[in-house]
C-alpha cells in the first residue's frame, strides 16, 4: 500500500502533517517507520541503528518524564538514562513549553516554539522525543523536518506520530529497555556507534548547569 | 494511505480508563463505548429530539453543560437542568450570552472536565469565535448544534446555513439525520473528540425542529451504562498551564506578536488541529459504521445529502422508482472530516448527482464538487431556506426536470 514517506528534512519550507497525506497511526502493537506500518519488534532495531549510526544522537525529555508525577514515570526516567548511558546519547531536556525571553540556551535545552534552533546549535542528527506531550511534540517534530536534516523518533505514550521519521505507541519502561536492549545486541555484534565525543550537563534543580562547569 | 481503515469487524481501541466497571454516584457503570452499543441490548423509546439529548447526556459522564436560552435547542438545555438535578451532572448554570457560554465550556474544558452544552442559529454566530479557539487549545468539548435560520428577519425555522460557518473552524461536524442519529452520535462524538490523538471539540448536528421537536423511536442503551469519564492525564497539551500558549496569551498577548513564538509554529499548530481532525477518520469509521451511509450507487443518478434532506430524498427515491427512475442515495454523516476518498468512490459511476440542501448557499454541494472529477454531474439542489420544509415531490420534481422528463404538476400528487 502506497504511504506518504516521513523521511528526514530538510523537507520544505512548510512540509504538509503526514496525517493530511493519509498517513494513518499504528495500533496497539504496531510501529511506523518512515510511514510504513511495521510490527512493533522490527522498529527496535531499525531505531537502534538510527541512533548507532548518528554522530549526535540525542534524547529530547519532555515534562511528563522529567517530572515524578507518578512512581511509573520515575522508573521510566530510570530507562531513558541507561539508554542514554548505553548508547551513548546526550540528554536535552524539553522542560517546558514556555516561550523563553529572551532567547532559549540552544546548547541545553529544547522548546516546541523554535525546535531547529536546538537541532542546529548542536548538529543533531537523530533525536528520540520521550515524555512530550503530543501536541507540543507534533509541532516540533513538523519544524525539524522541515529546516533540518534530523531523524526524529517518537516514544509516545499514547497513540503515536506520523511526523516522526519513526515512532512507537504505548511506550512503557519496558518498551524503552527494548530499544536498550537492541542497541546493546547491535554493539555485541560489532556495530559500532558513531556518537562525537561529549560531556552531558547536568542541572541543579533552579536550571543552572552544575556539571561539566 | 500506508493502512486501510476497517468498517467491518473492528472496535474502536476505546478505553482502558482506571475507572471501568465502577460505578458512579448515580449507580451507573463505567463502560467501554464498544460494550455499550454493541454489546448491551437498546430498548426502543418513543421521544422528542430533545428528550433524546437529555437521554444522551443522563449516560456521557458529563462534568459541566452551561445553558443559554435560544429556539430550538432551549428545550434540551432545559431538560439537562432537570438531569443536573438528579445528580447526572457535575455542574450546570446559565451563562450570560452565547459567547459567555463558550468561553466558560473551554474555562471548565481546561480544568479537566468532560463538557456539553448546546446552541442554535444565531446562538452559534454570536459564539463563533470561540469555536477556532477550542481547537486551538485542543478541547474536546461537544456542543449540539440544532439548526435554524441565522439572518434578520429572524426565523426560529430550520435551515442549516450555520454549519457552513463551523466547516474550517477546527472542530469535528457531525449531521445526524434522525433522533437515532442524534443519541448515537452524542455518545461516539465524546469518545473520538477525546482520543489522545484527536482531541478536538465536536460539533453534533441536527435539523431544528425536524429532528428536536418531532417524535421518533429511538433505541437507548440501558441507563445504568455510562461513559468512561474524561481522563485529562490523556490530553495531548497540559492541563491549564498558565505559562504556555495558548492560556499564556490571555495575560502575555505580547508573545503572539513577537519571535518568541515562530511564526512556522503558529502554522505547524494550525497544521496539527487539521491532522487531529483526520485523525479522528479511523475512530469514526468502526464507531459510527462508516463516514457515509451508501445505497444502490451504482445507479446512474444518485442522490448525495446530509440531515434530514437524507430522510426527504429516502422518500423522493421511492417516488421516483414508480415511475421507473431508479436513484441512489448516498448519506453523509460526517461533514468534517468530509468523506472525500468515499465521495469520489460512490460517485464514480454517476451521471448525475443531485444535492438537495435546506440553505441557500449550497455549501455542501460544493464540497461534494471540489471533491470529485467532472463536477458538472454535480446538480446544486434543490434548495429551501428560512425554515420551508422540502417536500419530497419537490425533489422529484427538480430531479425530473433536470432529467428532462416530463412532470406534470407533482405539487398536486
Known amino acids: 500500500m502506497s504511504h506518504y514517506e516521513v523521511k528526514a528534512g530538510p523537507i520544505s519550507f512548510l512540509p504538509p502533517a503526514a496525517a493530511s497525506m493519509g498517513n494513518v497511526?499504528?495500533?496497539?502493537?504496531?510501529?511506523h517507520i518512515e510511514g510504513r506500518i511495521v510490527p512493533e519488534e522490527e522498529a527496535y532495531e531499525y531505531c537502534a541503528r538510527k541512533i548507532l549510526a548518528a554522530k549526535v544522537p540525542t534524547?529530547?525529555?519532555?515534562?511528563?518524564?522529567?517530572?515524578?508525577?507518578n512512581d511509573h514515570v520515575a522508573e521510566k526516567a530510570k530507562a531513558i538514562r541507561e539508554l542514554a548511558n548505553e548508547a551513548p546519547m546526550r540528554l536535552i531536556p524539553m522542560a517546558d513549553y514556555r516561550p523563553k525571553y529572551p532567547k532559549i540556551d540552544a546548547a541545553v535545552e529544547i522548546n516546541p516554539n523554535h525546535p531547529n534552533l536546538t537541532i542546529w546549535h548542536n548538529k543533531i542528527d537523530a533525536c528520540i522525543f520521550v515524555g512530550v506531550h503530543c501536541h507540543q511534540a507534533n509541532l516540533a517534530l513538523k519544524m525539524i523536518r522541515a529546516a533540518t536534516n534530523c531523524y526524529t523518533m517518537a516514544m509516545c505514550a499514547q497513540a503515536g506520530h506520523e511526523d516522526a521519521c519513526l515512532s512507537f505507541r504505548d511506550a512503557s519502561v519496558e518498551k524503552i529497555k527494548k530499544i536498550t536492549a537492541a542497541v546493546k545486541k547491535l554493539k555485541s555484534e560489532g556495530v559500532k556507534s558513531q556518537a562525537t565525543d561529549f560531556a552531558q550537563f547536568s542541572m541543579d534543580r533552579k536550571g543552572f548547569i552544575v556539571a561539566p562547569s | 494511505m500506508n493502512k486501510q481503515v476497517e468498517l467491518k469487524g473492528k472496535r474502536i481501541i476505546a478505553s482502558n480508563h482506571v475507572k471501568l466497571g465502577q460505578k458512579n454516584k448515580k449507580g451507573q457503570t463505567y463502560t467501554d463505548i464498544n460494550d455499550i452499543f454493541f454489546k448491551a441490548e437498546q430498548e426502543p423509546n418513543f421521544l422528542t429530539g430533545s428528550e433524546v439529548i437529555k437521554e444522551a447526556i443522563k449516560r456521557c459522564s458529563v462534568g459541566t453543560s452551561v445553558a443559554y436560552p435560544i429556539t430550538p435547542q432551549s428545550e434540551a438545555a432545559a431538560l439537562i437542568g432537570e438531569i443536573y438535578a438528579e445528580g447526572y451532572l457535575d455542574e450546570y448554570f446559565r451563562g450570560e450570552s452565547e459567547f459567555a457560554v463558550m468561553g466558560q465550556c473551554a474555562g471548565a474544558a481546561f480544568g479537566g472536565h468532560r463538557v456539553f452544552t448546546t446552541t442554535a442559529g444565531p446562538g452559534t454566530l454570536r459564539a463563533m469565535?470561540?469555536?477556532?479557539?477550542?481547537?486551538?487549545?485542543?478541547?474536546?468539548?461537544?456542543?449540539?448544534?440544532?439548526?435554524?435560520g441565522i439572518n434578520s428577519p429572524l426565523s426560529i425555522q430550520p435551515d442549516t446555513l450555520e454549519m457552513h460557518y463551523l466547516l474550517e473552524t477546527g472542530m469535528l461536524v457531525w449531521h445526524a439525520e434522525t433522533a437515532q442519529d442524534l443519541y448515537d452520535y452524542i455518545l461516539k462524538g465524546f469518545i473520538v473528540a477525546e482520543q489522545p490523538d484527536v482531541h478536538i471539540p465536536i460539533a453534533v448536528c441536527c435539523d431544528g425542529f425536524f429532528v428536536t421537536h418531532t417524535k421518533?423511536?429511538?433505541?437507548?442503551?440501558?441507563?445504568d451504562l455510562c461513559l468512561?469519564?474524561?481522563d485529562p492525564y490523556k490530553s495531548p497539551v497540559t492541563c491549564m498551564d498558565m505559562e504556555s500558549a495558548p492560556?499564556?496569551?490571555?495575560?502575555?498577548?505580547?508573545?503572539?506578536?513577537?519571535?518568541?513564538?515562530?511564526?512556522?509554529?503558529?502554522a505547524s499548530w494550525q497544521q496539527e488541529v487539521k491532522a487531529a481532525m483526520e485523525r479522528s477518520r479511523k475512530h469514526t469509521i468502526p464507531l459510527i459504521g462508516g463516514l457515509i451511509d451508501e445505497e444502490n450507487t451504482d445507479r446512474e443518478i444518485l442522490i448525495v445529502g446530509s440531515g434530514t434532506a437524507v430522510s426527504q430524498s429516502r422518500e423522493a427515491i421511492r417516488l421516483l422508482a414508480e415511475d421507473g427512475i431508479k436513484v441512489g442515495l448516498v448519506k453523509i454523516k460526517t461533514i468534517r472530516p468530509f468523506p472525500y476518498e468515499e465521495i469520489k468512490r460512490v460517485t464514480k459511476n454517476a451521471k448525475h448527482i443531485f444535492v438537495p440542501e435546506f440553505n441557500i448557499a449550497g455549501w455542501?454541494?460544493?464540497?461534494?464538487?471540489?471533491?470529485?472529477?467532472?463536477?458538472?454531474?454535480?446538480y446544486c439542489g434543490p434548495h429551501v431556506m428560512g425554515g420551508m420544509t422540502m417536500p419530497s415531490e419537490v425533489i422529484v420534481e427538480e430531479i425530473k426536470k433536470h432529467l428532462g422528463v416530463e412532470t406534470g404538476n407533482l405539487m398536486d400528487m
Open chain 1, 25 to 31: 497511526l499504528p495500533d496497539p502493537g504496531e510501529a
Open chain 1, 59 to 69: 534524547i529530547f525529555p519532555g515534562p511528563l518524564v522529567l517530572w515524578k508525577w
Open chain 2, 129 to 148: 469565535e470561540n469555536f477556532p479557539m477550542w481547537a486551538g487549545s485542543r478541547l474536546p468539548i461537544q456542543v449540539c448544534v440544532t439548526c435554524r
Open chain 2, 216 to 223: 421518533d423511536t429511538v433505541d437507548l442503551s440501558p441507563l
Open chain 2, 228 to 230: 468512561t469519564p474524561y
Open chain 2, 247 to 266: 492560556i499564556r496569551m490571555m495575560r502575555d498577548p505580547f508573545i503572539m506578536k513577537s519571535n518568541y513564538i515562530n511564526y512556522s509554529t503558529h
Open chain 2, 364 to 378: 455542501l454541494a460544493r464540497e461534494i464538487k471540489s471533491t470529485i472529477p467532472d463536477n458538472e454531474r454535480v
